[in-house]
């Protein structure tokens, strides 16, 4: 039943992710649902779960996107492993330290798919643009971090009332 909605809800974020979140767009820079939620789930349940909702989050978009499957799923393998590293050695949580878990997940995340798209010869932005957009990136995620985690921990209590 969990893997269930979780699965749901990891295709119902990637869906969201690329069809509705550019319209949110701010400095270039728009929500990256997937992330959100690989982090969240990594900060909850930890980083196996984390690990495992990344891949199937991250062949999801790599599945919708025009380059090749893989980018996305290491990507977002990253950064839940950054976010795993990071809950593992804190002794006290906050949702200050979650905002910037998601910040530099982003920042992981843009360098693998900027890093791989140049290793395959795909056309990369200027390394001023990739700055630019990977910093608005970073805060606009770090800003909606604390919210998704919140919702995360929201539908897990659910199922497990539910159950």
């Known amino acids: 039943m969990k893997q269930a909605l979780g699965a749901v809800g990891m295709v119902a974020a990637a869906l969201l992710q690329v069809t509705w979140a550019p319209r949110l767009e701010v400095l270039g820079a728009f929500p990256n649902l997937v992330l959100l939620a ?51 050695n804190l002794e006290r949580q906050s949702l200050a330290q979650v905002a910037l878990a998601a910040a530099v997940s982003t920042a992981a995340y843009s360098l693998v798919l900027v890093g791989s798209d140049d290793f395959l010869g795909l056309p990369v932005p200027a390394l001023a643009v990739t700055v630019e957009l990977t910093l608005a990136a970073c805060v606009y995620n ?16 659910a199922t497990v009332e539910a159950v």
């Open 38 to 88: 690989v982090v969240a789930l990594t900060w909850t349940r930890g980083v196996r779960a984390g690990l495992i909702w990344a891949c199937i989050g991250g062949l999801l978009l790599d599945l919708t996107a025009a380059g090749p499957v893989g980018p996305h799923a290491i990507g977002l393998s990253t950064g839940a492993y950054l976010t795993g590293f990071w809950t593992r």
């Open 142 to 157: 770090a800003i909606l971090m604390p919210a998704a985690l919140a919702l995360i921990r929201k539908a897990r209590l």
